[in-house]
């Protein structure tokens, strides 16, 4: 029988080997905790998110929305009956005073990037009709100005309007009111609401 | 009576073992992770709209031309990019700029029309669907999909940001996904 026990060596690599279990284990139960704490608050704020563009967005369908603007993080909506008000402050969003919706998080440390809202409307993107000169006489032959029946130079042609030049009959808008958490963006939280409708 | 107790090789089985099974654990909850954050950007809310509307504005075109391409079987599925002119018909040359700023603004990678059979679609076990099954951010998205009723076809598009939102690069792309149906 052996009875010479264990080596110093052998413990320290015994010991080695347990700690690297040990780290994975300690990682893991980090993970999960981290998890567990902000899971809770982010299935809140995805609900609270949804609810907003859902509430938003229906208005968009059914009031034939007209306009947006937004001025240090009160966003006007203008419709053709009515306009509405979106109030967003750090961690609440004020719909017209019909709707409150709050932002969680463990530590208040998940905002609205106020500064950062952005409101895009693209309205027609037009480029001139060309003039052309089919013979060569220096008049208008094909796309001519019926007011001007003559080869409009760059200045004339800007001047034109629409119905002289390429423009989509739709626009857009698109808002996106910014989510940062720890000062750092949190795209997948973000309200954004989109309208694409003809040109009123 | 064994009274030798354990031995240094057996201490090391022990715990290879233990590590293994806790990689194994690991990694395993770390892709179930992942496939969780993923299916955050499955029909995510704000994507629904934009493809809602998107939508609508091909289907003010002529978007029967690539419904009869399908249903005809003159190609298996259709893909929409910047610059395919036929959609427009007449109206391309007003609507080539505004489809070009729609495209690049809302971040669109793909918009693909298909038939709304997708579980096999899916399984890409038939041929010509090669440019599909090659995107496996969308091969993943097409098995959460239930199939749709007969002679109806998917308007699924693909949305690409950066991790701040912006114009998406190599190494910082997240694909969303969402789409809407459509019948012939």
Redesign the interface.
């Known amino acids: 029988m052996n009875k010479r026990g264990i080596t110093l060596v052998e413990v320290i690599i015994s010991v080695g080997l347990i700690s690297v279990v040990m780290l994975f284990l300690f990682r893991l139960l980090l993970d999960m905790q981290f998890e567990d704490a902000h899971t809770s608050y982010a299935k809140e704020n995805q609900v609270n998110r949804a609810m907003i563009i859902k509430t938003v967005q229906e208005d968009f369908l059914n009031k034939h929305l007209q306009n947006i603007q937004n001025n240090s993080g009160v966003i006007t909506f203008t419709f053709q009956e009515q306009t509405k008000t979106l109030k967003v402050t750090n961690t609440q969003i004020d719909y017209n005073g019909e709707e409150v919706w709050n932002l969680e998080s463990k530590n208040n440390d998940t905002t609205f990037d106020i500064a950062h809202i952005s409101v895009t409307k693209k309205d027609a993107t037009c480029t001139p009709r060309l003039n052309v000169d089919t013979n060569g006489d220096g008049t208008c032959d094909v796309n001519c100005d019926t007011n001007h029946n003559g080869i409009l130079d760059s200045t004339e042609r800007s001047a034109q309007s629409d119905s002289y030049q390429n423009c989509s009959k739709y626009n857009y808008f698109h808002v996106v009111i910014p989510v940062v958490t720890e000062e750092k963006e949190n795209v997948i939280d973000d309200i954004e609401f989109f309208f694409l409708g003809t040109r009123s | 009576m064994n009274?030798?107790g354990f031995?240094?090789v057996e201490?090391?089985i022990v715990?290879?073992v233990?590590?293994a099974s806790?990689?194994v654990?690991?990694s395993l909850?770390v892709s179930s992770?992942n496939s969780e954050t993923r299916q955050?950007?499955y029909d995510?809310?704000?994507r629904l709209?934009?493809t809602y509307?998107?939508e609508?504005?091909f289907n003010s075109f002529d978007m029967d031309l690539l419904l009869n391409r399908i249903s005809s079987g003159t190609s298996k599925y259709e893909l929409i990019y910047q610059g395919r002119s036929d959609i427009f018909g007449s109206s391309y040359?007003?609507?080539a700029?505004?489809?070009d700023?729609?495209w690049n603004?809302?971040h669109i990678k793909n918009i693909y029309l298909v038939k709304s059979n997708v579980s096999e679609l899916a399984k890409c076990k038939e041929k010509g669907y090669e440019v599909i099954c090659s995107n496996q951010n969308l091969v993943s998205y097409l098995r959460n999909l239930d199939d749709g009723e007969a002679n109806t076809f998917y308007f699924i598009v693909e949305y690409a940001?950066s991790?701040?939102?912006g114009n998406c690069t190599n190494i910082d792309c997240?694909s969303y996904f969402s789409y809407m149906t459509m019948e012939a």
Do not use: N, W
């Open positions: 009274k030798k031995v240094f201490t090391i715990t290879c233990l590590l806790l990689m654990v690991y909850y992770l955050l950007r995510d809310p704000a709209y934009q509307y998107l609508k504005y040359s007003e609507e700029l505004f489809f700023s729609l603004h809302l940001t991790r701040s939102g997240f």
